[in-house]
């Protein structure tokens, strides 16, 4: 049964959280293979989320992952370059070509 969320003060400068999801039907969907590229996958989205993964546990049908949140800076401005480099983070070249291009187009 899921729990209710919760999320931490915005006056906080870091947040902690314990995520966990399981595989629908609690399949064992995770093998060697699956958890090796489960943890590569983990590691890209960790920069492009801008979180960082203190400890994580992949099991054969579910996994746990501790991260940390840092606050968001006052101020941050955000601009096409930044958002090109995070998305070349999980992105392929051409995907991020493509982006560019469509930015620059707007």
């Keep these: ?16 959280y314990h995520c966990i999801s399981r595989v629908v039907e609690r399949r064992l969907a995770f093998g060697p293979e699956e958890k090796e590229q ?16 203190l400890s994580y546990c992949v099991m ?22 930044w958002l090109l480099k995070q998305v070349a983070l999980i992105y392929s070249k051409p995907a991020v070509r493509m982006l560019k291009e469509t930015l620059e187009t707007l």
Excluded: T, W
């Design 1 to 16: 049964m899921a729990s209710p969320r919760y999320f931490a003060d915005p006056m906080v400068p870091v947040a902690y």
């Design 60 to 81: 054969s049908n579910h996994f746990h992952i501790m991260v940390e949140v840092k606050k968001r800076p006052e101020g941050a401005v955000y601009s096409d370059a």
């Design 38 to 53: 489960f943890v590569r996958l983990m590691r890209a989205y960790e920069g492009f989320c801008q979180v960082r993964v």
